[in-house]
Structures are given as structure tokens and as C-alpha cells.
């Protein structure tokens, strides 16, 4: 098994564009989420999914959308990038429907200029 | 609502001396908790989880915590540190609904020669 994956590993965008963060699982987990990471506040969650099709917000969800339409795959979009969203951004999945025990992916190093 | 707190923003300790590390929740019932690892430039991994039982959980690299509910405490201990256990640690615990997992601010880990 691959476990999480994610892509791309570094992206430098400019304020602005827009952009699709990918992850894939391929452990068939229900739940999948997406997490930003930033210096002294933790992991903060932006969306949440506990199956295909469906979607809901977390702590810090303006500016982002997801999808699910596979149980495999939840990408994150940005819609319009701005300073505020240079962040690092993980991808995590679990086995129940539930945020229990998360694997995480490697994570995507996103710099918005 | 749930939070967490870890103390120590940093800690450094000397390559076989023990370690132990603070985390502090707040949750109106039994929680779930967990401990995850970071080293530098990776996603994160989960080192030992409480969900019910034995208050004494054991992880993987030697790593232990006790649930104490009395304190709400959940604190990460180690007999003997090795240089390769610098890290970042993250102590979470899941919030009620089950949806998402909370993180502390996480403590830094140095280890010294």
C-alpha cells in the first residue's frame, strides 16, 4: 500500500490563482480531511469527508472547497490564493467514518507571493 | 468545546536521559487520545492512542503515556531518549461529534550529546 499520497510536494503560487492540492488513499478508508499546519498553532482542520459525496467544514474552511466523488480521492481547492494561505497542508485518512486514528500524507509546502 | 494544551513549546534533553512530555485536554467525557511524532519535512505519525482500559498505553519506539482523568493529563514518556527521537510531538484528542481530531501547539523536542 501507498498509504496517503500527495501532491504536488512544493508549489509556489502567486495572489490570485487558483489551484487543486491532491491526495489519494488506497487503504478504502471512509473518512479523509485536510489539516494546515503553520509555526506555534498546531494542525487546524479545513474540510472533512466520511464518505463519497460527502462533505463538511472544519476550524478554517474560507477559501478552500473539496469534493469527494471517490472514496479514494480528496483534493483540496483554492480558489483565489492569498499570503494568508502560505501554509503546509496534510492530507489524512481513517479507517471508520469517524477521526480517529489518522494516517497522514507526507504533506504539500505551499508559498503564495 | 475541546482543547488541548502542551505546555512546552521546547524541550531539550540529553541522549539517554528520560523524557516526558505535558499534555493538558479539556473534554466533557471520556476521551480519545492520541500522540503523533513529526520529524522535519514529514507528515506526521501516530505513536500511541487511549481510547478505553488500561490507563498505561504503550507505543511504538519505546514510547509510553498514562491517562490520568483525575489531572487531564495524557502525558508522553520515554526511559531512555536517542538522538533520531528529535522531533516535533502533537499531542489530540477527537472532538465529540467524532469529525475531527484537536491538536496541541505541539512541543519541539531537542536531544543533546
Known amino acids: 500500500n501507498a498509504g496517503v499520497t500527495q501532491t504536488p510536494k512544493f508549489q509556489v503560487l502567486k495572489t490570485g490563482q487558483s489551484m487543486t492540492l491532491q491526495c489519494a488513499q488506497d487503504?478504502?478508508?471512509?473518512?479523509m480531511s485536510w489539516y494546515r499546519q503553520d509555526p506555534g498553532m498546531g494542525l487546524r482542520l479545513i474540510h472533512y469527508?466520511?464518505?463519497?459525496?460527502?462533505?463538511d467544514q472544519g476550524e478554517v474552511p474560507n477559501g478552500y472547497n473539496v469534493s469527494r466523488s471517490t472514496t479514494e480521492d480528496f483534493p483540496l481547492r483554492l480558489l483565489s490564493a492569498a499570503p494568508s494561505q502560505t501554509s503546509v497542508y496534510f492530507c489524512?485518512?481513517?479507517?471508520?467514518?469517524?477521526?480517529?486514528?489518522?494516517?497522514f500524507g507526507p504533506g504539500t509546502r505551499l508559498t503564495v507571493t | 468545546a475541546q482543547s488541548v494544551t502542551q505546555p512546552d513549546i521546547h524541550i531539550t534533553v540529553s541522549e539517554g536521559a528520560s523524557l516526558e512530555l505535558r499534555c493538558n485536554y479539556s473534554?466533557?467525557?471520556?476521551?480519545?487520545l492520541f500522540w503523533y511524532v513529526q520529524s522535519p519535512g514529514q507528515g506526521l505519525q501516530l505513536l500511541l492512542k487511549?481510547?478505553?482500559?488500561?490507563?498505561l498505553v504503550q507505543g511504538i519506539k519505546g514510547f509510553e503515556a498514562e491517562f490520568k482523568r483525575s489531572q487531564s493529563s495524557f502525558n508522553l514518556r520515554k526511559p531512555s531518549v536517542h538522538w533520531s527521537d528529535a522531533a516535533e510531538y502533537f499531542c489530540?484528542?477527537?472532538?465529540?461529534?467524532?469529525?475531527?481530531?484537536?491538536f496541541g501547539k505541539g512541543t519541539t523536542l531537542s536531544v543533546s550529546s
Open positions: 489530540a484528542v477527537h472532538n465529540q461529534a467524532g469529525t475531527a481530531l484537536i
Open positions: 473534554y466533557g467525557a471520556t476521551p480519545y
Open positions: 487503504m478504502n478508508h471512509e473518512y
Open positions: 487511549y481510547f478505553s482500559g488500561d490507563t
Open positions: 469527508s466520511v464518505g463519497a459525496g460527502i462533505t
Open positions: 489524512a485518512s481513517s479507517y471508520s467514518q469517524e477521526a480517529y486514528e489518522q494516517y
